[in-house]
């Protein structure tokens, strides 16, 4: 009954609304929303990641979201890098996926540089259960089942290799937020890594990364394979805080150009 409720509350803002959804300002950035989901982040929601997007999202560069959820991201890193650049967009997750929520999402805001991937990014090419927590809208949903997760969908595996190799594309920068599936997405981007030197906001979920059967000390060694420099905002970080970590901690990811790529 309530759910009943609030459907036909959205619909009809959204009918008095003509259809162009709700306009928020977040972090500086004005972004349109489909009704639902107007309200879902604060007006402060995540700041190191859209400094991130500022300073690496130039004019004519390349961008992946890799867990893009309803777009918010993926709108701003649009505006940001111009009708000459590109974002890709991966989200697994049909329902989250669909016209009214990241679609809609992309078309509100006329982002026509961004293109929508259905596949999860792994380590290989083929299916996978990916599970979710039967909540619309979550952003909890991933190839890594826990606790929290009721249900599964079949959904496609793909490799960011394989992405950049088919769309023929040079990444500059991405965001990497895949709840658990870091260390199989890392490995499907060496080649992406060595040959591009992209730089990227890499999110950590420990307990997750664990159900997975990789590790923080796996994750560590990669990124030092790929060369690169893992930073908490401006700060270096060592080996032994970054594995310390038990709860969610997001890095920035930097190519070291003194060093020879392992690959």
């Not at 972090?27 to 991130?52: H, I, K, N, T």
Request: with cysteine; hydrophobic share 40%; net charge negative.
């Amino acid at each position: 009954m309530k759910e009943a409720i609030k459907s036909l509350t959205y619909n009809a803002i959204d009918f008095l609304t003509r259809g162009r959804g709700i306009r928020r300002r977040i972090c500086g950035f004005d972004v349109r929303f489909p009704v639902r989901y107007s309200r879902y982040y604060p007006a402060d929601y995540e700041p190191e990641l859209f400094q991130f997007l500022e300073h690496n999202c130039h004019p004519g560069a390349t961008f992946l979201d890799c867990g893009a959820h309803i777009g918010l991201f993926s709108v701003v890193a649009s505006q940001l890098v111009g009708e000459e650049g590109r974002v890709v967009s991966f989200e697994p997750m049909p329902s989250v996926r669909a016209v009214l929520v990241l679609m809609d999402t992309i078309a509100l805001n006329k982002c026509r540089n961004v293109n929508v991937r259905p596949e999860a990014l792994s380590s290989g090419i083929g299916k996978a259960d990916f599970f979710d927590t039967g909540e619309v809208g979550s952003n909890a949903n991933s190839l890594v089942q826990q606790e929290r997760h009721h249900r599964k969908t079949c959904v496609s595996l793909t490799t960011l290799d394989a992405v950049r190799q088919e769309m023929k594309l040079k990444i500059d920068c991405a965001k990497i937020d895949v709840e658990g599936a870091e260390y199989d997405l890392l490995i499907g981007a060496a080649e992406t890594i060595s040959k591009d030197r992209p730089q990227f906001f890499l999110s950590l979920h420990p307990q997750a990364i664990h159900s997975s059967g990789a590790s923080l000390d796996m994750i560590w060694d990669l990124l030092e394979s790929y060369s690169l420099v893992v930073k908490k905002g401006e700060v270096k970080i060592s080996r032994e805080t970054f594995i310390s970590q038990t709860d969610l901690f997001d890095v920035v990811c930097i190519p070291d150009s003194a060093k020879n790529v392992l690959r």
